[in-house]
Structure formats: structure tokens, C-alpha cells
């Protein structure tokens, strides 16, 4: 079964700055999901990749399949982007018909 | 609607009670699942079914159980609910078993006593 791992699990930054969120996973898969999870509860795909690099406004994610490794990056970053981050993978190897696996999630605050 | 949609929002639950917390979806995705979300825990996987008419277990299915009778819908029961199945219950479709963005439901809140 995979497991994800994810840091930091809090982090607390400037309106402005440039925020670096990691993921690891311990199993090959075929893709790897970002997810968004404002207070009030609502979960939202951010990006799903397999390779490379993906861009949607000011959110990047990257992924290196051979070290089993992404990164969630946000630019210029605003107090609307405080929300819980969350990784995850195929539960087992391949595309993930069986479900995903999370990772516990980075909590972000932006402070203006 | 559109998307997919949970009921109840929110229910407290006396321990031993039957709960049948209901999930749809109108956008004709094949795979559904069923997931709690718990504070220091983060989503774990209940049960999925990857096809009207099938289901699998996923990381934590005792004392839940599925049906999917058709592609619409996929109910979760808890038989006889206990404390320690209080929790945020999401649930989630895509368009294949495979590979695709999961979209995720509202969520349903529910406390057992």
C-alpha cells in the first residue's frame, strides 16, 4: 500500500511570499493529485500530473516519478489562498481504480 | 443537480442506531468512493466500487457497508454505529477506474454519541 508523506504539516507566511509544499510516496503510481480544502469543509482537485510540471494561475505543481516526489508551489502568494493542502496517490501501484491514499494535509495561513 | 451531491449535511446518531448516509452523482462517472476524514488522520478510503454492481473494500471498512445498484448512487451504511465512527464522511466519483480527477461531494458531518 502506498504511503504519502507530506511537510510541513503547518506553515504560516507573508502575503507576498513563495510557498513550497512537498509530497513523497513510497509506491510507483501513474499520477499524483493535489487537493484544496478551504474551512467549511469542501475538498477541490486542484491538479492531477504524472510528469513534469502543470501551471493554473498562480498554483505549480511538479513531480518526479523517479524519486517518487512532487511539489506544490504557490506564487505571490494572498490571504485567499489559506486552506488545507492535501497529496495523494493510487492506494496501490498503477492508476488508483481502488481508491486514493492521503497524505495528512499542510495547513496554510497567509497573513496579509 | 450538478456534481455530486451527500445527504444529510450534518446528523448526531445515538450508538447502536442504523445510518444510512446517501451519496449521487448526475455526471455518469463510472468509480464512486467513500471516504472519512478524521483531525490528525487526513481521508482514508472506506469502501469503492469501480462499476454499477461492484464494490471493494478499501482501508478502513469495518462496520460499513455499500451498495451500488446503479451508476447514480452509492449509499453507505453503518449498521450499528459507534462512537469512534464519528467523523466527516466524503464521498467521490470519477470518470473511470483509472486515472481521472476524483470530484468530491460536500461532505456529510456526522456525531455519534
Known amino acids: 500500500k502506498n504511503e504519502v508523506e507530506q511537510s510541513p504539516q503547518n506553515l504560516t507566511a507573508q502575503e507576498g511570499e513563495f510557498i513550497t509544499i512537498n509530497c513523497s510516496y513510497s509506491?510507483?503510481?501513474?499520477?499524483l493529485h493535489w487537493l484544496q480544502q478551504h474551512p467549511g469543509g469542501g475538498i477541490v482537485s486542484l491538479f492531477m500530473?504524472?510528469?513534469g510540471k502543470k501551471k493554473h494561475g498562480r498554483l505549480i505543481a511538479t513531480i518526479n516519478i523517479q524519486e517518487k516526489h512532487s511539489s506544490l508551489h504557490i506564487t505571490a502568494s494572498h490571504p485567499r489562498d489559506s486552506a488545507v493542502y492535501i497529496c495523494?496517490?493510487?492506494?496501490?501501484?498503477?492508476?488508483?481504480?481502488?481508491?486514493?491514499?492521503f497524505g495528512k494535509g499542510t495547513h496554510l495561513i497567509i497573513q496579509p | 443537480i450538478a456534481g455530486i451531491t451527500q445527504a444529510p449535511t450534518s446528523q448526531i446518531l445515538a450508538a447502536g442506531r442504523r445510518m444510512t448516509l446517501r451519496c449521487t452523482q448526475d455526471?455518469?462517472?463510472?468509480?464512486m468512493y467513500w471516504y472519512r476524514q478524521d483531525l490528525g488522520l487526513g481521508l482514508r478510503l472506506i469502501h469503492y466500487?469501480?462499476?454499477?454492481?461492484?464494490?471493494g473494500k478499501g482501508e478502513v471498512p469495518d462496520g460499513y457497508s455499500v451498495s451500488r445498484a446503479n451508476t447514480d448512487d452509492f449509499p453507505l451504511t453503518l449498521a450499528s454505529a459507534v462512537p469512534s465512527q464519528t467523523s466527516v464522511y466524503f464521498c467521490?466519483?470519477?470518470?473511470?477506474?483509472?486515472?481521472?480527477?476524483?470530484?468530491f461531494g460536500p461532505g456529510t458531518r456526522l456525531t455519534v454519541l
Open positions: 467521490a466519483s470519477r470518470p473511470s477506474g483509472g486515472a481521472g480527477t476524483q470530484y
Open positions: 509506491v510507483g503510481i501513474s499520477a
Open positions: 500530473l504524472s510528469s
Open positions: 495523494a496517490a493510487p492506494a496501490y501501484s498503477g492508476g488508483g481504480a481502488d481508491g486514493l491514499t
Open positions: 455526471m455518469r462517472h463510472n468509480a
Open positions: 466500487s469501480n462499476t454499477a454492481g461492484t464494490t
